[in-house]
């Protein structure tokens, strides 16, 4: 049997990486709510970033942007039993990928009690607009 000390630092260090990726996730969604255009939710949905480009580019960016939106989507669903601003990380996580029913589920979240209270909070923080949600 591995000595305890093992088990002790293999702990500190599944700690400090996950305290890490908590602290980068927070700091990267409240950069994405902040700067998220306030019409995001009413507009149409366009072509995207990029899609005029050369198609490695624009491949490039659509596969990291999904892979990205994953990531903050496997967190929020995860600190949804842990703690942590799960609502907020999946709706970061939502922002990102490329699903059917996306901005329903989208909506759907940001109508959740609070939560966009809270994002036109930091969003007025920062001088920017509040969300634009349009009705029922």
């Known amino acids: 049997m591995p000595p305890l000390e093992n088990f002790i630092g293999y702990g500190f260090g599944a700690g400090a990486v996950a305290l890490l990726g908590f602290v980068l996730g927070v700091v990267a969604m409240r950069y994405v709510v902040i700067y998220m255009p306030a019409d995001y939710f009413v507009r149409e949905p366009g072509a995207g970033l990029f899609h005029d480009q050369h198609p490695i580019i624009y ?48 909506l759907r979240l940001l109508r959740v009690r609070g939560v966009k209270l809270k994002i036109d909070e930091l969003r007025r923080k920062h001088h920017r607009p509040i969300l634009q949600i349009p009705p029922k």
């Open 59 to 106: 491949w490039t960016y659509l596969i990291a942007k999904n892979l990205l939106g994953a990531g903050f989507l496997l967190a929020g669903v995860t600190m949804m039993i842990t703690p942590g601003p799960g609502i907020l990380f999946l709706l970061l996580g939502l922002s990102l990928v490329n699903l059917p029913g996306k901005r329903q589920l989208e």
